[in-house]
């Protein structure tokens, strides 16, 4: 194995070991097509400087659900510098739309030049600022609202998301097993028990019929009935 194909194997993005066994996590991430250029240079700024993006093989999910659902309109809750973003995009086609959202204009500045290189900027809307507070001002009804921000909102996001997502629309929503931390018997921490109360009302839900895949972090997916 070369120096950097063992680097790319340890990106600080992948969760490694926590889901699956390292091996197994090995081969899933050995299945995945070689990435564009932007991609596989943002993969690589992001682990640097420990962006958390979802990475390649949750990306590769992300766009599969897109598919299945024949989306075109996103709503993406925390976009960082735009990699899930950019899976979004390549994915709605010529007149999708996908809404990037960060609190962080740095962040946002960054993306734009990635939007343009991976050329997909013209089908994504850039909005620096509070994420729920856009999605409450959002009138129309996506077919997917995907759900990245800080953990403690997600109770927060959950509230918000139904009024504004088709039927048969999916609410996507990262971190959900919160690296193994969902698991602690008596957890302290804010965010942990933040992601506990969401996962418990998303499954309870009757307006979501909801499965956590146990890939990376855990990805929560709700269809809406
Ligand atoms: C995990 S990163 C997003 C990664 C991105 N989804 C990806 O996979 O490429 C979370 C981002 O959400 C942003 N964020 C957190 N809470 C936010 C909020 N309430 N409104 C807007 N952005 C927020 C942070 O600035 C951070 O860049």
């Known amino acids: 194995m070369t120096q950097s194909k063992k680097k790319d194997d340890r990106a600080s993005w992948r969760h490694y ?13 050995s299945m995945l097509p070689k990435r564009d250029p932007v991609l596989a240079e943002m993969e690589d700024y992001a682990s640097r400087q420990r962006i958390p993006i979802v990475g390649p093989a949750v990306a590769r999910v992300l766009q599969q659900l897109a598919m299945l659902i024949n989306a075109r309109t996103v709503f993406e809750l925390g976009s960082a510098i735009g990699y899930s973003t950019i899976w979004w995009a390549q994915m709605v086609g010529d007149k999708g739309r996908v809404i990037y959202t ?10 734009r030049g990635y939007f343009t290189r991976a050329g997909v900027a013209d089908r994504i809307t850039l909005h620096t600022g509070d994420a729920l507070e856009f999605l409450s001002e959002q009138n129309q ?38 690296s193994g931390r969902v698991a602690e018997k008596n957890p302290q ?37």
Do not use: H
Request: charged residues 30%; negative net charge.
């Open 17 to 29: 070991n926590f889901t699956t066994a390292g091996p197994v996590d090995d081969y899933l991430y």
């Open 102 to 111: 960060d609190g962080d204009s740095k962040n946002a500045e960054l993306a």
């Open 141 to 178: 009804e996506f077919d997917i609202i995907f759900n990245d921000v800080d953990k403690e909102d997600y109770p927060r996001v959950l509230r918000l998301v139904a009024p504004r997502l088709r039927k048969g629309g999916l609410f996507i929503t990262d971190n959900v097993l919160w």
């Open 189 to 225: 921490e804010a965010t942990t028990k933040a992601i506990l109360e969401f996962n418990r009302k998303l499954y309870d839900s009757a307006e979501f019929y909801t499965t956590i895949l146990p890939i990376r972090d855990g990805l929560a997916v709700a269809l809406k009935r």
